[in-house]
């Protein structure tokens, strides 16, 4: 897969907003942003694993003082995993370091401590900068999202499925646990393929490894309060930081003949700004409409790109009070354009 984004349909010309550039054309002045710098990307993970482990190492002898403190020092170390994880991400994309073959063994490293099989995570994911916003290819690397036509000619049980599917509770409490302490166990989507039963099975032989480490040196309780909690912390809100990236009412969706992936990569994805400390953490992978139009640039050059162009710093801006707003939406509504809750999807057919 190429690592730019691919030429749009000549045969869907692109529609802009009076003074508003084509999506395409970002293309191109974001390329500028694209080199990483050595010392700043190894800066960067220096100060995100250098305190991951001293964090680690804190609540594991503080279960000889206080487990709530230990457990304390682990919830606040799952701040550190997303920022991990976040590195790991850019290494699928090839853009924290230069070389290809650092990034991989960065990448496969850091997919112990996230519980993520590198290759299958980075084709997965690349499956979803190719076809995001397209409802011809949905399921692989997404948030399902049905139409609302499509939900109503659901059957009684299949709604009741997807209705439990698209709850918050479920989302953002059970999925979390779902996909990273057990859905990623398997190279769920390409099951057909040995090199990445390899990454996936690779993977769960060290992290196993590490547990029971973890066990013959201190038994059942580090792994409770030690591993488990940045794990859980982590895998929230990274579920939580994809969902708002994608699904928010003035997302776009397209049928397959009309998909463009600039548009839809501009359009379809958030800029979810959060204060200073949040955006540390997250590796400002809030700045998502830019990700995705040039997944090549590094993290912690992001913000440079929203300095430097004003329409992109503007464009699909969410905060975090209104990004709680987009649990309750669930369906796509190809009359309005817009994503929308069961309600509001209910009283539209009733009119």
Known sequence: MSDTPAAPNDQNPTVTQPGQQPARNWVRILAKYREPNLARSSFEFAISIVPFFILGTLAWYSLSVNLWLAFAFSFVNGGFLVRLFIIQHDCGHNSFFKDRRVNNWVGRCL?????????????????????????????????????????????????????????????????????????????????????????????????????????????????????????????????????????????????????????????????????????WFSGNIGVHHVHHLYSRIPFYRL???????????????????????????HLWDETSHKLVSFSQARKALAT
């Open 303 to 329: 913000m440079e790109v929203l300095r430097d162009n004003a329409e992109l710093a503007n464009h699909n801006r969410m905060k975090l009070w209104e990004s709680f707003k987009c649990a309750r939406l």
């Open 111 to 279: 997919g112990v401590l996230t519980l993520t099989p590198y290759k299958v995570w980075r084709r997965t994911h690349a499956i979803h900068h190719s076809s995001s916003g397209n409802l011809g290819k949905r399921g692989i690397g997404d948030v399902y999202t049905m139409t609302v036509n499509e939900f109503q000619n659901l059957s009684t049980f299949k709604k009741i499925q997807y209705r439990i599917y698209r709850h918050p509770i479920f989302l953002f409490a059970l999925v979390p646990v779902l996909l990273f302490v057990f859905q990623n166990r398997l190279p769920v989507g390409l099951m057909k393929n040995w090199e990445y039963w390899l990454s996936a099975m690779g993977t769960n032989i060290a992290i196993g490894a590490v547990l029971v480490g973890f066990y013959w040196f201190g038994g059942i309780m580090p792994i409770l309060l030690v591993a488990m909690p940045p794990v859980l912390v982590a895998a929230t809100v990274g579920t939580w930081l994809f969902y708002v990236q994608h699904q928010f009412e003035d997302t776009d969706w397209k049928p397959d003949d009309e998909w463009q992936l600039h548009e839809l990569a501009l359009h379809g994805s958030s800029h979810y700004v959060l204060p200073p400390v949040l955006r």
